[in-house]
Structure formats: C-alpha cells, structure tokens
C-alpha cells in the first residue's frame, strides 16, 4: 500500500478553526490507531472515586481493552461487567437486568462497596436508554450512591466527549457542603502534584495549607472533603465540564492552571492563579533557581533532535515550544487536537520555528510513516515514540502529575536518563495500559 | 446471573477474529465504529499491529451520522482512504453502534466496489459475537472469494493449507512456526498458513494443496467448503505432544495419498492415570492437549470445556459448553477435578478447592497481552516436555 503521509506545516495549523475543539485532521477521513496513542481509559478515570466499584454494561466487545487494562492496572476486584444480549437489547429487558446485576454486586462482594459507577456505551445512547432512573433504583433499594457514566465515543466531537463526561460523573458524587475550608482542589487530572514541587510551597505560604487531590483520598468520606474546598484548580481540559458543575452547584470558583514548560509560560500560569487565589504568589527564587539548572541540563543534553507527541502530560504545542526556547531542535509534532491554551504557543512556533511539521497521530497515511521514520535523537510520548523508532523515549505518562518549575527539572532529568538508559518501546506501550 | 462477569475479561470479538483473518493479505480493514472497537482490535487482539503497515482504520463514526443513517460519508471517507492508500481490496466490517441502526452493508459494499472498482468482502460483525465466529466467516470468504481453482500451478503452489492458526488461537509466530515445522517433518514443502504467513497467491492456489488441516474450530467451515467444491480432504486436529505427533504425520500423509514414512511404532499408550482431569479453550487445541495427556501421559479422564463453538464431530461425549463465568465455579464443585489446564484467567473463577491443580495455558483470544509474549513450545516433543513438568506429583 502506498500514501504520502499526511501533515501540515505549524504555519497552518494555526489557520485551523478559530476556537473551540478542532481536530489537526480533515473531518472526512478513517481513523489510524498507532501503538502508543492513547491515555487513561473512562474505567480507569471513573475508579479513581475511592471504595467504588464500576459495573460496565455493554455488548461484549465493547469491554474488552477497558477490563485488559484495568487488570493489568490492578482493577480486577473493582472492575464488573455485564454483556447485554442482542435479544435482550431488542425487548429492553437489558435495563431490568441491569438493575438485578447490580444488586448482585452489591449484595455479593466483600468487602461491601461504597459506591457504585455504572458505565453504559454508545448502543445504549442510541437507544435512549434511561440510566439515570436506574441509578435511582439501585440507590433506593441498597443505600449507597450510584452514578452513570457513558463510554460512548460516537459522542466524541461533541459537548460531553465521554473524556469529559466521565469528570463530571466522578465529582458528582461530593456532596454539597455549605462548610468553607482555606483548601484548594487540584482537578482534571489523574495524579496528585508532585511533591517536590514549588506549588506546594507557595501556596502554603498564602495560607493554603492543604491541597486536595481525588486519586489522594483512601476513603470516600476524605473524597467528600473536596466538597468543602474554597477553590478548585483544573490542570487538563477534560475536567472542564466537571468544575463548570462545582461551581454552579457547590459554589466553587475555578481557575484553568494547566502544567506547563516554558519558564515564562509557567510564570504568567501562577500569576493568574495567584490573582484567582487572591495573592501574588512569590514566584522568583524558584524561577532563578529553575533557570540555574536549566542551564546545566542545556550543557549536558546538547542541541539534540526532539519529537513531542500527543500522548504526554502537556500540551504537545507547548511543550515544543518550552523545548525550542531552550535550544532544542524539535521539528515534528504528532497530534490530533487542538486546545484553545494551544493557540499562542502554536503562534509562536509559526513564528519562531516555522520549519516545525505536525503529523496528525489518526491520518490513515501515518500507517506506512515507519518506511521512512525520521532521525531523532529523543521522542517524548509513547506515540511519538512509535512513529520515530530509533528515538529513546520519555513516556510523560498521565500517571504522575509533575508542575511548575519544577516539573520542568524532572522532565529534563528524564530526558537525561533516557538518553543514558533507554527502554524497550513495545514494552513500554504494552506496560502502558493506555487505551484509545 | 448469566451474562454478569466478575472474573473474566470479555474474549476477542467477532470483528477482532476477522481482522486476524485478513490482517496480513494486504487489504484495507475498516471497522465502521467510533474508534474504540478498532482499538480494541489493534492493541488488545493483535500482537502483529506493533511495527505492522496494515491498513486497518476505524471509520470515525459518530452519533449523528448513524441517528441519521448518514452512510453517504462512510461511503466518502472510505473511498477517500482507498485512493490514498491503494490497497489490493477492502473489508468493511460491522460494530455495535451501526448494529442498533441496521446498517445494511451489503448495499454499502457494492457501492463502495463500483467506485473503487477494488472486490469489497463486508462482514455483519456487531461485537456480541466472539472472535471465532469471526474468523470462521473469515476464513469461508477467503475460501469462496479468493481461491481460484484456474490458479496457474507452479513450484511455488501449496502442498498443505492450514486453515485455522490465528495468534488469537495458536499464539506468537513462533508457536506458528512450531506447527508448520511439525508438518515439515511429515515431508511436506509449500505449506500456507492462511492468515499468518500466507500470501494472496498462495491462498489462490489453494485448491492445488494435496490436504488442508485445520487447526482450531474457525478453519471448519472453510475446509468443509474446499473438500466439497475442490475435493481436498481434511485433517482436524494440530500435534501436541510426541506420541501425537507421530500418529499426525502418519495421518497426514495418509490422507494426502503419500507413502508411509515408517511404520508407527512408537505409538502405544502408556500406563493409566487415574487423574480427573478437565481442558477449558478452544476446541482443536483443546482436543490436542487431551491426546497428549492420554497417549503420553495415560490420563484416561480428560474432558473438554469451553466458551467458545463445539462442533459435534470432534466433541467428546462428555464435553461440554460453558454458558457463563458462573457455570466454572459450580462444575469445579461438582466433579472435583485433580487437573483443571487453561488460561490463567480461568484460576480464580474456578474457585478450586483442596488438591486440584490448575495447569496454566494462555489463550490470547482471552487473556489478550497479559500473557501473549509467554511462549510455551507445545507441538511434537515440546507438549510432552511441558507436561511432563507441570504433572509432577
């Protein structure tokens, strides 16, 4: 088979819709699925609510990748699924035995669960099926609260994307509280900040001592205390319809504060959170110590050759954008969508680095990009990994959470110690457990 | 509560044992869904997809198209795909979302072929069918659309199809090449391994082969199909174990009209075992594993258990289906086996109690890439060196 692959200059990406959700691919086209595309699938996002259990309902198929990676993940226990009949999807009895499932787990595993998701897909979508009724019935009958979310990807260009969706199922559960604490909630992401980084520091030094984060609560009453935080700090976009909701319905303000690394980039992110918060945030001691050891990491690291992919914990335009402030060459992006935070950074590699190339990760051309993989020295997500396959690879996996200069550090450690100790690329997809 | 599973993942779907088929001939699959089944497909029922060019797309399809059966933008991207890519033919395959609107694809299919003037096979697939009734269609088609028996014959022609080896079944290439090799011993050059290995060509070809063997319950249909249309006889069944592997040459042979090698000597049972002893997968290598356990082993009791298709003929009197994951734990109750062989998967919804042992055998149409790097050498000497390790008192 043959095809060009498909790309486009950075220049014209930044021709792309004018705001919104905008894919880097034409609309009319089949999707490509590359090895190492992907992120944290709807199960693993909705397990992340302590003591709960997911009953996942849906023709067989439809379970699969989810229930592979989530034993892989360690979810077995927590993880249930029940395989509508095509006989019983026709009459609708399906939903009955929704119901009598979930009283069967209910009723039946031990520990009790605290808490029930159920997660119905696209079929039932298009059936229309009543899944909010449902989860009244099961919580009527067994006390314990029941929420729906939906993997349904037939809705993934739309306002409640499951990637979405699932957020706002998940900090459904917090209660109102008309308690304030001086807290804040970090959310949208998967993984508490890191603890080394500054943010911790500096927000305790303007009186906010403790920062919630969901994947940090053991039980499901320590979840409920996010409920009772004055702010709520969303990192990645997905979350986005969930503090739209916590604000509307709690009366927790939120303020968008994505990971970023670019020194400056990061600079003017805390600023505006420091005026969301209230206070100036004393940012320069971190800063200058930052770029002191930016500095040393330059030197070691060299000019050296860098794709950035999109299945990393950053904005790939960002990202290529902090690289190239550095002295890094990074001609290639792989990417398929593009975020209204995306915008200026795309704009300053037009300018700056109009040479940049992005290949659209789903094009169906990108099947034969391995006849002709570029040189680079350092590929940085798993996809980007795959498409440039004598580049060592830094995962930026979703599953730690670095931040703010000192995130940038670490990243740059990693990259040093790819560079000196590389890992096996299929080995490193296959331990991912990332699913499309 | 039958369709409710709380240890078992669900196997490999219809679509997923198509796309196995047809993954290396060469075509452009495309799986009409919203992504997450091709996904499904490539990362999790597929172990060739890494470093693969095959041309195998989801078809993007989101909620209003298919509200509004919309088909006229499938039909678009399809055609806009086949001129970038040119493939050789195309296969368009069925998901749950357009199973809910009913899509016809038979009508899509011979739209998309008069555009594209490029054959299209299409498959009803709906993802509540599991992987070997997918491959079962596969393999038919591939015997009813592409087997031409005006194929020129050459040196190259095969000798032997094996008709059934997937990696959702056998596994890695490696144990693929374990079966072909045992063949090989039997003097036969020219072997096609439909859907792992062989070419277009060569499954053209493939009614010039002296003999088809099939190799898991998928192949059946297909070998059914060319002995009725092309008069090739068929063996069912694949050599595990060493004994086995002697009276499979021997068959083979036979059945393709070729003189005996050596007489069978080595061939006769040894001493009883008395171990109650039950094999839970697929039916042919199921069966295979059995034959290995009686004439190397002398195990007297085996029976075979799965979830997946029975045929009738190869089935033991007392084998038997299993309906849903809870039917494990109650016949694990009830007969009390000394042996219980399958994926590892299977351990804990067994439930087993006191001595039983459970023998662990992956099955990548289950266990998926949980297990599928772990190569165990089954076919001739190999099955018997392996039990004969796992059997120890």
């Known amino acids: 088979m043959s095809g060009q692959p498909f790309s486009l200059a950075i220049g014209d990406v930044d021709k792309l819709g004018p705001s919104g959700y905008p894919r880097l691919m034409p609309r009319n086209y089949m999707h490509y699925c590359p090895p190492g595309m992907g992120g944290w699938g709807i199960v693993r996002v909705g397990l992340l609510v302590p003591e709960s259990v997911m009953l996942f309902v849906s023709p067989a198929a439809c379970g699969r990748h989810g229930a592979i990676a989530g034993f892989q993940l360690g979810f077995k226990k927590r993880l249930f699924f029940f395989h509508i009949s095509e006989n019983d999807m026709v009459t609708g009895q399906h939903l009955e035995k929704v119901i009598q499932a979930a009283g069967e787990i209910i009723n039946t595993i031990k520990p009790r669960l605290r808490a029930l998701i159920i997660c119905a897909t696209c079929v039932d979508d298009l059936l229309g099926s009543d899944y909010d009724a449902i989860a009244l019935r099961v919580e009527a009958e067994h006390k314990i609260p029941v929420r729906i979310c939906h993997m349904d990807p037939i809705t993934r260009e739309g306002k409640t994307a499951p990637e979405f969706s699932v957020q706002q199922a998940v900090y459904s559960f917090l209660p109102v509280s008309k308690e304030r604490e001086r807290s804040v909630n970090i959310i949208g992401n998967f993984a508490p900040i890191d603890q080394d980084s500054e943010f911790h520091g500096l927000l305790l030094s303007v009186g906010f001592e403790k920062i919630r984060h969901i994947a940090a609560c053991s039980s499901l009453e320590e979840f409920y205390q996010m409920g009772r935080s004055s702010y709520n700090i969303l990192l990645k976009h997905p979350g986005h319809l969930a503090a739209r909701d916590l604000q509307r319905g709690h009366g927790i303000p939120f303020c968008f504060a994505p990971p970023a690394y670019s020194i400056d980039t990061i600079t003017a992110v805390y600023e505006q959170l420091g005026e969301f918060l209230g206070h100036k945030l004393p940012l320069e001691s971190y800063r200058e110590e930052a770029l002191e050891e930016l500095k040393q990491y330059r030197l070691s690291l060299g000019r050296i050759c860098i794709a950035v992919g999109e299945s990393i914990n950053a904005s790939p335009f960002e990202l290529a954008r902090a690289l190239a402030e550095y002295g890094f060459n990074v001609p290639y992006i792989f990417a398929d969508n593009i975020l209204p935070f995306d915008k200026e950074h795309i704009r300053w590699l037009q300018y700056k680095r109009p040479e940049t190339r992005v290949f659209p990760n789903m094009h169906p051309t990108m099947v034969g990009f391995l006849e002709n993989s570029p040189e680079v020295d350092l590929a940085i997500g798993l996809d980007a990994g795959y498409y440039c396959s004598g580049a060592r690879v830094v995962p930026h996996s979703l599953d730690v959470q670095p931040y703010g200069y000192r995130g940038v550090l670490n990243l740059m450690r990693a990259m040093v110690q790819t560079l000196s100790r590389p890992r096996d690329h299929r080995e490193q997809v296959y331990a991912s457990s990332i699913v499309i | ?393």
Not at chain 2, 112 to 119: E, G, H
Not at chain 2, 212 to 235: C, D, E, K
């Open chain 2, 1 to 393: 509560m039958e369709g409710l599973y709380k240890f078992l993942p669900p196997f490999a779907p219809d679509y997923s044992g198509v796309c196995s088929v047809l993954f290396e001939l060469g075509g452009m699959l495309v799986i009409h869904d919203a992504g997450g089944c091709t996904g499904n497909f490539t990362g999790y029922d597929e172990p060739r997809w890494y470093g693969s060019a095959s041309a195998v797309f989801s078809s993007g399809l989101r909620e209003r198209e298919t509200i509004l059966g919309d088909e006229e933008q499938f039909m678009r991207r399809l055609q806009d795909a086949a001129e970038a890519m040119k493939p050789s033919f195309i296969t368009i395959l069925g998901s749950p979302a357009p199973m809910v609107a009913g899509m016809d694809y038979r009508a899509v299919a011979a739209a998309i072929s008069r555009r594209t003037r490029l054959p299209v096979l299409t498959f009803d697939t709906d993802g509540m069918k599991k992987y070997d009734v997918g491959q079962s269609e596969a393999f038919l088609k591939l015997a009813r659309s592409f087997v031409n028996p005006r194929f020129p014959e050459s040196q190259d022609s095969p000798q032997v199809n094996i008709i059934g080896a997937t990696p959702l079944d056998i596994g890695s290439k490696r144990a693929i090449e374990g079966l072909i090799n045992q063949i090989e011993k039997a003097g036969f050059s020219n072997i096609s391994c439909w859907g792992t290995g062989s070419s277009r060509d060569e499954i053209a070809g493939a009614a010039q082969a002296k003999i088809n063997i099939v190799a898991s319950w998928s192949g059946l249909a297909a070998a059914r199909y060319m002995l009725a249309s092309y008069q090739t006889p068929f063996y069912v069944g694949i050599p595990v174990g060493t004994r086995p592997g002697i009276l499979f040459r021997r068959d083979i042979r036979r059945l393709a009209g070729l003189a005996e090698d050596s007489p069978p000597t080595a061939v006769c049972r040894v001493g009883k075992d008395p171990r109650k002893t039950l094999v839970i997968g697929e039916q042919v290598m199921s069966n295979a594993l059995r034959t290995c356990l009686q004439m190397d082993f002398g195990l007297e009791q085996v029976q075979v258990a799965t979830f997946l298709n029975l045929d009738e003929s190869l089935r033991d009197e007392a084998d038997f289906i299993l309906k849903c994951e809870e039917d494990l734990a109650v016949i694990a109750a009830q007969k009390n086996y000394d042996l219980v062989i399958g994926d590892p998967l299977y351990e804990e919804a067994l439930d087993l109690k006191g001595e039983t042992r459970f023998i662990k055998l992956a099955h990548p149409a289950l266990s998926s890439r949980l297990f599928w790097d772990h190569y165990v050498d089954l076919f001739g000497e190999g099955g018997t060196s392996f039990f004969a390790e796992h059997l120890e008192p």
